[in-house]
């Protein structure tokens, strides 16, 4: 690694990258009667109300509304996938894995009787007629996720700040290739994504199907796995890692023309996550070994040195609840419901975990942890539990688990720590009236503060609780976390006062006897604005704030106890994804805006070798056309080759995103353009030069790859190959 944090540490430098008030239902339902009508900048006021109501369960997405709202959803995604069989025999809890001491910033359940009881207490405060929600007609819903704020998991998720840089890596095995890695946010922690490679082999998912490709870009082996395996996956030698969630199935509360339905629901079933592990060994013929499945949704995965850090959250207890529709009365439903929550079990409550194998059979169900190795904040935070734990990828049985009765869903990793953030209330929005920001408006919660929790993750062994603090405001993905050299954790926030001012801010922690204490910010970053694109390079932060311009503030670091403002850049429209080019340069990829109103993607370079005065080099549109995306560029279909200076970005067409297999998203009209792979060369002076467009009629271009001497653009429906010398020349491998 070099003195400069912008130099690639390799060839392919690679550093790592629910609302529902009444006034957002109203608007809602406005927004869907009036279709086309509807003004620009309402409809994107009701984007993230959407977004917020889907993750937490609050929306059962079918048919049109699906394909509207499916790109909005952040993080592994989470699709059905099957529900866990229930005629498997439980074993009993509370008895392995062993215990974990806590540190005193976490409260622990000692006994699995304390554990139960702490739950059923509060559960009855928020039971209602239709599940744990509070008591309004219009939500009619059961447990779903209690987060809050936009999120990009991705592997997402997430799920993304990063202060290093992943280098290109020479296969250990036959091929002496180099070849390009996934962009992930830390070096060395690898994270999900549609397509890998070793370098002697590529591996895609598109959909549920995986395939395995040679180096002449012919399909030598595949599989259907079952369900839609929107997480993506892993690839950890011989082994492959694909990951699923189901969402929660409750109540269809709109019908398509925006008004509630009043007809008999359905219950809720209990979202199940899903690990499928596939054996590569035979490349020609991939084999499922196993399936993990466990209680709740996968939050983040990452792969450090060949095991799995596991990250699933659970929204409440295993329990169908009865709703007004079954009972005559919301009375009724709501007596039935905290009848069925002070009988509940601790099988009912304790996240579980089993494997089903390829012939359907499954084991018993076990405990992810047991009852007193799951601890809970010291003031309540909801009734979701968050989980860490590993996984082996040639063992049938997880590592023993953390759980923490919070909820969690931005993920941050590196080598040997993990962050998990969520939400600090026990409800996820206080009540408050939307907030309109021009064009394309998120609505952080007013008063609303960011809970932090830390653990170790060592080589071998358990994960261990490390400490927890908070910070105000919420985070908008994982690049907002960032570790420095001396592990202090550098987070980058929006928060909204109840007056409706927004401002940004950095605040850093230090781990202290459990507690991660505040040991120096720097505030007032975009009065009136919220963060939409942060990186952490080396002792610098750059974050994005919008309104109608795009201030680029560069923010000093190098005393963490005294943040200062060095200085910023202020220019038209957003950044949404922010990469680190040598020379002290930096590349975004954003929204370009024309009349305050979204016209296209755009590619743009940056002079940020004197902090206190950054300066535009260039920029290009990527796509034209009315262009707006909630979660944001997905950074994994970004890459640079650093040997040649090329950037290779995969860019949308009208109604896809680059992200998770080309998911659908809300926006229209890219002016004709299709969806492609557009390679820039990237001059010393920062000139972007457009050298190619990759694409192949209406497939969707999702990601790019180098290997060797090759570009590969991988779509929807096959590859494109060229010669890195040569890129207009292409080569198109169907599969």
């Not at 908070?470 to 007056?499: F, H, K």
Request: proline content about 8%.
């Amino acid at each position: 690694m070099t003195d400069d944090p912008f130099s690639p540490s390799g060839p392919d430098s690679q550093p790592e990258s629910g609302g529902g008030t009444p006034e957002e239902d109203a608007r809602l339902r406005e927004l869907l009667r009036a279709g086309s009508e509807a003004a620009p900048g309402d409809a994107f006021s009701a984007v993230f109300a959407v977004r917020s109501r889907v993750r937490r369960g609050r929306i059962r997405l079918g048919g049109l509304t699906a394909f509207v709202m499916a790109g909005l959803v952040a993080g592994l995604v989470l699709v059905p996938a099957g529900s866990r069989p229930s005629h498997t025999p439980r074993v009993a809890t509370g008895t392995t894995p062993p215990a974990y001491q806590l540190t005193g910033a976490l409260v622990s359940f000692n006994s699995c009787a304390s554990y139960l009881s702490y739950l059923r207490s509060e559960a009855m405060a928020v039971v209602g007629p239709y599940g744990l929600q509070p008591d309004d007609a219009d939500d009619l819903v059961q447990p779903g996720a209690m987060t809050f704020g936009p999120s990009q998991a991705g592997p997402a998720g997430v799920a993304m700040g990063a202060s290093s840089a992943d280098a290109v890596n020479s296969s250990p095995a036959a091929s002496d290739n180099t070849y390009s890695q996934t962009d992930d946010q830390v070096a060395g922690v690898d994270e999900p994504d549609t397509v890998k490679t070793n370098g002697d082999l590529v591996v895609t998912l598109e959909g549920s199907t995986l395939r395995v490709l040679d180096l002449h870009a012919h399909v030598i082996g595949s599989l259907q796995l079952s369900g839609d395996t929107g997480g993506g996956f892993l690839l950890a030698g011989d082994q492959v890692l694909v990951f699923s969630s189901t969402s929660v199935t409750g109540p269809e509360p709109l019908d398509f023309g925006g008004a509630y339905s009043n007809s008999p629901q359905p219950a809720a079933s209990p979202a199940v996550a899903r690990v499928a592990v596939v054996d590569l060994s035979d490349p020609s013929q991939p084999r499922l070994v196993r399936t993990f499945l466990f209680d709740g949704t996968i939050v983040a995965a990452r792969l450090v040195d060949g095991q799995v850090r596991l990250v699933l959250q659970t929204d409440g207890p295993r329990i169908t609840f009865v709703t007004p529709s079954s009972t005559g009365s919301n009375e009724a439903a709501t007596a039935a419901n905290r009848a069925l929550i002070a009988s509940s079990t601790l099988n009912e409550w304790l996240p579980e975990w089993q494997i089903e194998n390829p012939d359907g059979s499954t084991t018993a169900l076990q405990p992810v942890a047991s009852c007193d190795s799951v601890a809970r904040p010291q003031q309540a935070s909801g009734l979701s539990t968050v989980s860490i734990l590993s996984l082996d990828p040639a063992s049938g049985t997880p590592g023993p688990g953390l759980s923490v009765v919070a909820a969690g869903d931005t993920v941050y990793a590196t080598a040997d720590q993990l962050y998990v953030a969520g939400p600090a209330g026990a409800t996820p929005y206080p009540e408050a009236g939307v907030v309109q920001y021009g064009c394309c408006t998120m609505m952080p919660p007013a008063g609303a503060s960011t809970r932090i929790y830390a653990f170790e993750t060592p080589a071998s062994g358990p994960p261990l609780f490390e400490g927890v603090g908070s910070v105000p405001g919420w985070l908008i993905n994982p690049y907002a976390m960032d570790e420095d050299s001396n592990g202090l954790l550098r987070v980058a926030s929006t928060s909204q006062s109840p007056g409706g001012t927004t401002e940004s801010q950095i605040t850093v922690l230090s781990d202290s006897g459990g507690h991660l204490a505040e040991v120096g910010s720097a505030g007032d970053l975009g009065p009136g604005e919220y963060i939409r694109a942060v990186r952490f390079i080396g002792e610098q932060a750059y974050v994005v704030t919008f309104q109608t311009f795009d201030p680029l503030y560069i923010v000093d670091l190098s005393n963490p106890r005294h943040p200062v403002l060095a200085g910023q850049l202020d220019q038209p429209g957003f950044s949404e994804f922010l990469y680190p080019l040598p020379g002290q340069r930096l590349l975004g990829v954003g929204v370009q805006l024309t009349d305050n109103e979204p016209s296209g993607l755009i590619v743009a370079t940056y002079d940020v070798s004197n902090p206190a005065h950054p300066r535009r080099l260039d920029s290009s549109v990527l796509a034209s056309g009315y262009q707006y995306v909630a979660q944001g560029y997905d950074p994994h279909a970004f890459l640079y080759w650093a040997p040649v200076d090329l950037a290779l970005l995969a860019v949308p067409s009208d109604g896809t995103y680059p992200g998770s297999g080309g998911a659908s998203s809300m926006y229209t009209g890219l002016g004709g353009d299709s969806s492609a792979v557009a390679a820039y060369q990237i001059s010393a002076s920062g000139q972007l030069t457009r050298t190619a467009t990759l694409s192949h009629g209406t497939d969707v271009a999702t990601r790019s790859v180098v290997i060797g001497n090759e570009v590969w653009a991988v779509t929807s429906g096959g590859i494109m190959t060229a010669d890195l010398t040569d890129l207009p020349a292409t080569t198109w491998h169907p599969y």
